[in-house]
């Protein structure tokens, strides 16, 4: 049996949203590791060394949405914030022995109100759209909450 390699310490977090604020916030499948169930933005770690952050926001959007974040009428925005936090205990065996810090580099992800969305069940159970600082009080991560009160800002920008 071949064992999967060790995650990337090196992740996206894409904050996907319409033009009047509503935030898109998926429940993950797998939930907290401990048996709760979360909500999110689109996160994922690089697939590889050297992986650009735009393209594992493109990817990670995609496998977890089925939003094609380059196609027309979206636009992807690297808001140059980057998070190093600890990574949870529940999830340190996925990283290779020592490795116990993550850096998480945030986008943003502005798409039309009526974008489809397919999740992965695999990954999420369920999809809502939420005005963005109800978005942010529902997150689990501090990381994604303090992400997503940056979004007036930064489509403002």
Known sequence: MVCPPYKIPRSV?????TPDLQVLLLRRALG????AAFWQSVTGSLDAEGEPWAAAAVREVQEETGIDATAPGCRLHDWELENTYPIYPQWLHRYAPGVCMNTERVFGLE????THVTLNPREHTAFAWHAWREAADRCY???????ILHLPAFVAA
Do not use: F, M, Q, T
């Open 32 to 35: 907290d590791g401990l048996g």
């Open 13 to 17: 977090l894409v904050v996907i949203y």
């Open 111 to 114: 798409v039309a109100s009526y």
């Open 141 to 147: 991560a501090p990381s994604n909450a303090e992400a």
